[in-house]
């Protein structure tokens, strides 16, 4: 497992943008992402990215919108959040899995991020 850091929510308006930032520490990490789970309902995958290549994954609902990346460097990974919908606001979490083909192992503690309208 690694140790995971979320910063950088907080309370937007209807169009703005955002960008999360997650500092990760210890393991050296295959995939890293970043979840989010609005009250009442599941968490949901809204992107991830490959470590090594990095290729990524988004959730319909954000695509256009969102960007993960990552700085190999500093070991952090970034949600850049565009546009913003109320319909984003959920506690954002950031995942990773040091195994590679293995699920997520390493969970942050969450950031919030709300949008109003």
């Known amino acids: 497992q690694v140790q995971l850091a979320e910063s950088g929510g907080g309370l937007m308006q209807a169009g703005d943008s955002l960008r999360l930032s997650c500092a990760a520490s210890?393991?050296?990490?295959?995939?890293a992402g970043w979840f989010r789970q609005a009250p009442g309902k599941e968490r949901e995958r809204v992107a991830q990215?490959?470590?090594?290549?990095?290729?990524?994954y988004y959730i319909d609902s954000v695509k256009g919108r969102f960007t993960i990346s990552k700085d190999n460097t500093k070991n952090m990974v970034y949600l850049e959040m565009n546009s913003l919908k109320p319909e984003d606001t959920a506690v954002y979490y950031c995942?990773?899995?040091?195994?590679?083909?293995?699920?997520?192992?390493?969970w942050g503690q969450g950031t919030q991020v709300t949008v109003s309208s």
């Open positions: 995942a990773a899995a040091t195994v590679p083909g293995r699920p997520y192992d390493s």
């Open positions: 210890g393991r050296a990490l295959s995939i």
């Open positions: 990215i490959v470590w090594t290549t990095g290729d990524t």
